[in-house]
Nanobody, 114 residues
Framework: QAQLVESGGGLVQPGGSLRLSCAAS????????MGWYRQAPGKQRELVAS???????NYADSVKGRFTISRDNAKNTLNLQMNSLKPEDTAVYYC????????WGQGTQVTVSS
């Protein structure tokens, strides 16, 4: 059984919005800070946003003010609301534990293009 399953990606025009979701196993979600990561072609995977169990958030400078990370502890879901999308946001987006990473899921492709 997959422990981390991302969804919600797609093709969007610059300036548009997408909302990504991550379904996680309760065994890892309930006690861990979580993060959204992304990997663009030819680039290293980077941490985009993180959130603690209590809801404290942090963002990479590149997405600050445009992305919002949230979590629903009751549903074991992690979300990423992405607004004002730019072509440079194009990447495969993954969710995972913030520290002591688990196996990566398949990710969800986000493509920002006209």
């Amino acid at each position: 059984q997959a422990q981390l399953v991302e969804s919600g990606g797609g093709l969007v025009q610059p300036g548009g919005s997408l909302r990504l979701s991550c379904a996680a196993s309760g065994s890892i979600f309930s006690i861990n800070a979580m993060g959204w990561y992304r990997q663009a072609p030819g680039k290293q995977r980077e941490l985009v946003a993180s959130i603690t169990v209590k809801g404290s958030t942090n963002y990479a400078d590149s997405v600050k003010g445009r992305f919002t990370i949230s979590r629903d502890n009751a549903k074991n879901t992690l979300n990423l609301q992405m607004n004002s999308l730019k072509p440079e946001d194009t990447a495969v987006y993954y969710c995972n534990v913030l520290l002591f990473l688990r196996a990566w899921g398949q990710g969800t492709q986000v493509t920002v293009s006209s």
